[in-house]
């Protein structure tokens, strides 16, 4: 079903530089995932990229096939899908790198004190805000179609539980707690439209490099202790930053140990 929310709307809050490289934008009221949906239709051209908005998931997803829960009107969800020319270098950073557009866009609608825990969730208050899911479309050709998924709560009703992940966070939070004077949902989309669009050219040009120095104000973990359940090994120590690869660098008793892909809980 279509949404009540104006797609032309969002777009006004886009420059004429992201709009002119918008192939569609598509709202709905309630979906089974936005993700799903554009891995499913037609990558755009390299160098263009389409959306899709909803305010309510039914079958919504993080990383490791986790569910990410919204009740109608709790919260934004968005997908933006890329096409680069070429496979970019140190494509698992991507997911950095789009946290710090995140934080951008929240900047700019005078949201701050937002934080990232490596390596895609969104926190404030100590609390999951959001998260995001980056997923490889793959075809033939030399492109590259990446579509990336934010979820955001905006507004969580006091007597809903979202399912925030208990190794990590002992709550949910969302926009609403940090500013109640919040944006309407179509500038909200539309400067998070906007600042994807500009990460994505800035990624492809110039890598993790161009976003490690944001990333490492924005770094909720550096400096907790943490265990990482990793897939053939575990490790517990100090987290340590990223590395320039944006991998997680852990300090341990025996030395730092370099984490690609695992999951964190905090001791």
Request: glycine share 10%; hydrophobic share 45%; aromatic share 6%.
């Amino acid at each position: 079903m279509m949404s009540k929310l104006e797609a032309s709307a969002i777009q006004q809050a886009l420059t004429s530089l992201a709009a002119a490289k918008l192939d569609q934008l598509e709202v709905f009221d309630d979906i089974p995932s936005t993700n799903s949906y554009l891995l499913s239709k037609p990558a755009p051209s390299p160098g263009r990229f389409r959306v899709a908005v909803a305010d309510h998931q039914t079958a919504g997803r993080g990383r490791h096939d986790r569910k990410w829960i919204t009740v109608p009107g709790s919260g934004l969800c968005l997908s933006f899908a890329y096409t680069f020319d070429r496979m970019p270098d140190q494509l698992p950073a991507l997911t950095l790198a789009i946290g710090v557009g995140v934080v951008a866009a929240l900047q700019q609608l005078n949201i701050d004190n937002i934080s990232l825990k490596w390596p895609n969730d969104i926190v404030a208050l100590d609390g999951k805000l959001g998260g995001i899911l980056t997923e490889v479309r793959s075809g033939g050709g030399d492109g590259v179609t990446v579509v990336t998924g934010i979820g955001l709560n905006v507004h969580i009703p006091e007597d809903m539980d979202v399912g925030a992940e208990s190794e990590w966070a002992h709550r949910a939070t969302d926009l609403h707690s940090i500013s109640p004077e919040l944006p309407a949902r179509e500038l909200l989309a539309g400067t998070m439209v906007e600042h994807l669009f500009a990460t994505f050219e800035k990624f492809d040009a110039l890598g993790f490099a161009g976003f490690a120095a944001a990333w490492r104000q924005q770094d909720w973990l550096r400096g907790r202790e943490i265990d990482v359940d990793m897939p053939n090994e575990q490790a517990s120590g100090i987290a340590a930053g990223v590395d320039v690869d944006g991998a997680l660098i852990v300090d341990t008793q025996s030395g730092p140990v370099r984490v690609v892909s695992g999951s964190i809980s905090i001791r």
